[in-house]
């Protein structure tokens, strides 16, 4: 059974580089069939999809986070990660980590999640 | 403000049936991509509720079920439930953004 989990820190400092990591299990971030995305969701609101890899061949981005973010993969390790430059308050978040079948389909399964907060 | 569009909230009896509209436009639910749904319980991460637009992962019980005309999807849930009781998200793709995209998430209260 595929699971996923989110690592990294739980707080970081405003202007500074935001990295998560993903580890997947029951699976392989190289399979062909699958991309690899990240979502997050302020505390109290709704969903908001950050940016989707497939295989490290093609990259995904969410238009209004895409000069901050870049999305990798860690062939060796099973993992694939997250990283959002010059982070705000407004990067305050529940970072998910999941899968889809296609860049134009659904997510699942999800991580549990990670809290980051943006604070001096 | 989402892409596409969903009540902030909707309640119902147990026993009875609701039902959660998802308004998107042209680019994205209107083009023909699909839609997901999604069932958020509190403090847990979003499980895949449909998929395709009315199509159940194995081990969804068959009292949701999704639905999609136009710009516009819906999740119906029959038989109402106290655990039902959670946040509900619709989910498709867009053309215009290149992107998946998320309605604003509704709140489903078990009267």
């Known amino acids: 059974q595929l699971q996923l989990q989110e690592s990294g820190p739980g707080l970081v400092k405003p202007s500074e580089t935001l990295s998560l990591i993903c580890t997947v299990s029951?699976?392989?971030?190289?399979?062909?069939?699958?991309?690899w995305g990240w979502i997050r969701q302020p505390p109290g609101k709704g969903l908001d999809w950050i940016g989707t890899?497939?295989?490290?061949?093609?990259?995904y981005y969410n238009p209004s986070l895409r000069s901050r973010v870049s999305i990798s993969v860690d062939t060796s390790k099973n993992q694939f990660s997250l990283k959002l430059t010059s982070v705000t308050a407004a990067d305050t978040a529940v970072y998910y980590c999941?899968?889809?079948?296609?860049?134009?389909?659904?997510?699942?399964?999800w991580g549990q999640g990670t809290l980051v907060t943006v604070s001096s | 403000q989402s892409v596409l569009t969903q009540p902030p909230s909707v309640s119902g009896a147990p026993g009875q049936r609701v039902t959660i509209s998802c308004t998107g436009s042209?680019?994205?639910?209107?083009?023909?991509?699909?839609v997901q749904w999604y069932q958020q319980l509190p403090g847990t991460a979003p499980k895949l509720l449909i998929y395709?637009?009315?199509n159940r992962p194995s081990g969804v019980p068959d009292r949701f079920s999704g639905s999609k005309s136009g710009t516009s999807a819906s999740l119906a849930i029959t038989g109402l439930q106290a655990e039902d009781e959670a946040d509900y998200y619709c989910?498709?793709?867009?053309?215009?953004?290149?992107?998946?995209?998320f309605g604003g998430g509704t709140k489903l209260t078990v009267l």
């Open positions: 042209s680019a994205n639910i209107g083009a023909g991509y699909d």
């Open positions: 890899i497939y295989s490290s061949e093609s990259t």
């Open positions: 029951g699976g392989s971030v190289t399979s062909s069939s699958y991309y």
């Open positions: 989910q498709s793709y867009d053309s215009s953004l290149s992107g998946s995209v």
């Open positions: 999941a899968r889809s079948p296609g860049v134009k389909a659904g997510f699942d399964p």
């Open positions: 395709g637009n009315n």
